[in-house]
């Protein structure tokens, strides 16, 4: 047999698929040209040309400040929030060999979001909180959070193994338990902590800095190499945890790294925006069907999400006459397809 050609770079080794080659760039083209619709979109209209000349420094003084200070840092955010959500959604969905075992229904979303919170309201709705372990900031505290409700449900799912649909029944329930938890630190808020734990729990990029960025673009220049290390163990792990301990993989600690690397990304883009619903769960599935592969891809998860993302937030924006929260147009997209998939694999089940 000829051996399969691809990228060999030691610890990253990706075979080489022409059709994941193109359609992961021509992901990368849709990105930048949602970038670019991002930045031109709102009240001041502004043209394509308009956009790049001033981002190369040559436009007017009144589109250097509604670029840079307005809309350049939320189509940013928007684009690392997508990026963050699609490859930690492919992860889990390939890990657990489910479509549905995304951050969303293992209560990693809802962890991250209840630290969040947690932060907020005792913080006194401020970005940096206060003494001790909340001193560190929302995105540690939500990062915190995610890894704890993630640690409780691989716990809990635990019987000499991980079946993913026990580990989907357990993250609902702990997503549930969360999410009153949350609701209870809502309540006994002062209003004005409540206030502002409730806009940002709906999931928005409206108001977000550059602080809000940063963390983002570091988590996934670490998180984006270690996850592409584990490519191959990823393509064995659809064989069979037999087969990939047979193979020499070491499944379970294969399974704890990319836990970390899925609740890392999923808190960075959670501290940022909020918990926007169903992008992990979309954006690899969308991309598994462009690349018609047996495993969502990781680099084309991730960018279908950051163009899904940009996409309901220029919606958002511009499509319903007022400005509405991001997370409200991802969840009106995703829950339909959600309930498609449920039906769907119950009739093969019927077969």
């Known amino acids: 047999m000829s051996r399969r050609q691809g990228i060999d770079l030691g610890v990253i080794a990706l075979p080489w698929r022409a059709r994941v080659l193109w359609i992961t760039l021509g992901c990368a083209v849709l990105v930048l040209g949602v970038f670019t619709f991002g930045i031109a979109a709102g009240s001041a209209r502004m043209g394509v040309g308009d956009v790049w000349t001033t981002l190369l420094g040559a436009g007017s003084r009144t589109f250097g400040f509604i670029v840079f200070e307005l809309r350049l840092p939320r189509a940013a955010a928007g684009i690392a929030v997508g990026l963050c959500l699609g490859l930690a959604g492919a992860l889990t969905q390939t890990f657990s060999r489910n479509p549905l075992a995304t951050p969303d229904i293992l209560g990693v979303t809802s962890g991250a979001a209840a630290g969040a919170v947690v932060a907020i309201v005792i913080g006194g709705g401020g970005y940096s909180v206060g003494a001790s372990l909340l001193g560190l900031g929302i995105p540690v505290v939500a990062t915190i959070g995610g890894l704890l409700a993630a640690a409780v449900v691989y716990g809990l799912s635990w019987r000499q193994g991980v079946d993913s649909f026990r580990l989907i029944l357990i993250g609902i329930g702990v997503t549930a338990i969360l999410g ?158 959600l309930i498609w998939l449920i039906t769907r694999h119950n009739r093969k089940e019927r077969r």
């Open 180 to 337: 009153g938890l949350t609701n209870f630190l809502l309540v006994r808020a002062q209003l004005t902590q409540a206030t502002a734990a409730t806009q940002w729990m709906v999931g928005s990029l409206s108001g977000v800095s550059w602080a809000s960025v940063w963390p983002m673009l570091v988590v996934l220049a670490v998180a984006v190499p270690f996850a592409l290390t584990q490519t191959a163990p990823l393509d064995l792990g659809q064989l069979g945890d037999d087969f990939s301990t047979g193979l020499g993989v070491a499944v379970q600690r294969h399974r704890l790294l990319v836990i970390v690397i899925a609740v890392v990304l999923t808190s960075a883009a959670v501290s940022a925006a909020g918990p926007v619903e169903f992008v992990a769960f979309v954006a690899p599935q969308v991309a598994r069907r462009l690349t018609r592969t047996p495993r969502p891809p990781l680099i084309a998860s991730a960018l279908v999400g950051a163009v899904l993302v940009v996409t309901a937030d220029v919606g958002a924006r511009v499509a319903f006459g007022t400005e509405i929260p991001v997370g409200i147009v991802t969840a009106i997209i995703g829950a339909p397809y």
